[in-house]
């Protein structure tokens, strides 16, 4: 019987190598260079995964495939979660593909809300999603997800994008964000989450966080 683990966990697991745990689940991308190996390596990874009881999201591009894997759509992983992860990477190792941390990344937006508003049959309506344990998502798991952030002072500008990184790449974005226009608002979170403002104020979280603590 499957049971929860947290990302520390799965991290610890055996053969889990590249995969990061961010928004939605754990992730890898493979750079897999062409749409045909990209398709065999899918056909690979549906024969083999059968026995686990439990098939990933895939994304098949012409250059990269991209795989997650949660036990429920707002990213809870279980110990079946850390098998997936296993099986697709001893794949993909004999395929001789390599996964590229440098391409991944999830979003989510966090929509501002003044205190005692609730604005969430709105964007269910708006963008055909669900609410799960206090997000929005979308079923089929395409769009970001988007969770509620209650706020004193309600108004234009409040709003922002959390965008999910791997752990080890967190700084590297933050500092292509300052290179970028951006300034650093509030790094008293670092190195779980830096705020960012771009040069017309608009808001950004990099986020590193879920990639070890769950």
Known sequence: MAERISSRQ???APGTSGWHVLYGGAQIVFATGSFAIGVEFIRRIALEIVTLGREPDVDLRPEVVVVRTAASVNGQLDTIDAELAHCVSAIAEDMGIEPDPSRLHTIQI?????????????????L???????LL???LRRGPR???????????????IDVAVPRDRAEARVAAVEAAGG???DGSHAPDWWTLASPDNHGIDIAAWGDVDG
Not at 128 to 134: D, F, H
């Open 10 to 12: 799965f991290h610890d």
């Open 110 to 126: 966090a929509v501002a809300e003044a205190e005692g508003v609730r604005t969430r049959d709105f964007w269910v309506a708006a």
């Open 128 to 134: 055909g999603y669900e609410e799960v344990g206090g």
């Open 137 to 139: 998502v979308d079923p």
């Open 146 to 160: 988007l969770w509620f952030d209650e706020i004193a002072v309600p108004g234009r500008g409040r709003t922002h």
């Open 183 to 185: 300034r650093l608002a």
